[in-house]
């Protein structure tokens, strides 16, 4: 029996493992495969406090892993394959087993929606990436292009001319899908470029990016752009496929909750899984802080 069951092992995971664990609530982190999420993916962190000359990603989860251990919770690297929660104790299978908590705090995060290209997986972290915020000042001076046409793309390829000299947007449909203020305040952006009509067919380079090559859509034309990076923005895809049936879900995936309170009694919610506004390292692990002081006092009642 476990007083806290956490099922992610992303930075909202890590994190409110190391608060669970400082309670001294008897706490247990899965994390998976591919522990630290989306963030185990990115080369340089600038944006972190507290690291001023930067820090790998996966250098960050490795200290945070040992952080959250230092305070006592166990980290296991299975896989949670279902859960139970109708009745409390809370149950979560990973496969045969069976893992009993009095609480749970989901933080299984959000997966990006990718191309589906054999290049684009290869060159992920290499000149390929799915947050200007994070990734941007390493564009500076440098050229960008931006797949996508919604609000998220239009809204991260205006971030990125803080830096690049260049970004072009390269958008399947014949116009933008984006809110009518950002259209024209991409249009009006003489560094942003715009390719209507068109799809990326493949990522170009040897050891980092240097080009995509792309299709137009109406003529089946295919043009190389010369090109440092290419940020995919098509979208994000909450991993609450677990979850169905158990809570009740939003349109988008995410899970009904107030703040990180879902609708059932000691089940809490954290990280990118719920938040399709910020999507930053540090409020991610803001939201597991908050989740587990929430759980905490939902442990001290009794």
Not at 123 to 149: N, P, Q, S, W
Request: aromatic residues 6%; charged residues 25%.
């Amino acid at each position: 029996m476990y007083d806290i069951a956490i099922i992610g092992g992303g930075p909202a995971g890590l994190t409110a493992a190391i608060y669970a664990g400082r309670s001294k609530r008897k706490t247990i982190l899965f994390t998976g495969s591919n522990i630290g999420g989306q963030i185990s993916l990115t080369f340089q962190v600038e944006n972190y406090p507290g690291f001023p000359e930067s820090i790998t990603g996966p250098d960050l989860v490795e200290k945070m892993t040992a952080q959250a251990k230092k305070f006592g919770a166990e980290i296991d690297e299975r896989t949670v394959t279902g859960v139970d929660l109708s009745s409390h104790p809370y149950r979560l299978m990973i496969g045969e087993e069976v893992i009993v908590a009095k609480s749970v705090i989901i933080a299984t995060g959000s997966n990006n929606r990718l191309l589906g290209l054999e290049s684009e997986e290869r060159f992920m972290g290499r000149g390929v990436f799915v947050c200007a915020t994070c990734d941007a000042v390493i564009y500076e001076d440098l050229k960008v292009v931006a797949v996508g046409g919604g609000d998220s793309a239009v809204q991260e390829a205006l971030d990125i001319t803080k830096y690049a000299r260049e970004v072009e947007i390269v958008h399947r449909g014949k116009e933008f899908t984006a809110s009518n203020y950002l259209k024209k305040e991409a249009l009006k952006n003489e560094r942003i470029k715009i390719r209507f009509n068109a799809v990326v067919e493949e990522i170009l380079g040897e050891d980092y990016v240097s080009g995509v090559r792309i299709r137009d859509t109406l003529t089946g034309e295919e043009t190389v752009i010369e090109t440092d990076g290419v940020l995919i923005a098509i979208g994000w895809t909450p991993n609450s496929e677990l979850f169905k049936g158990q809570l009740e879900l939003m349109d988008n995936g995410g899970i009904v909750a107030d703040d990180v309170r879902t609708s059932k009694q000691g089940v809490f919610v954290a990280g990118d899984i719920n938040d399709d506004k910020y999507r930053q390292l540090v409020t991610a692990c803001g939201s597991g802080c908050r989740a587990a002081i929430e759980v905490d006092r939902f442990l001290a009642r009794g």
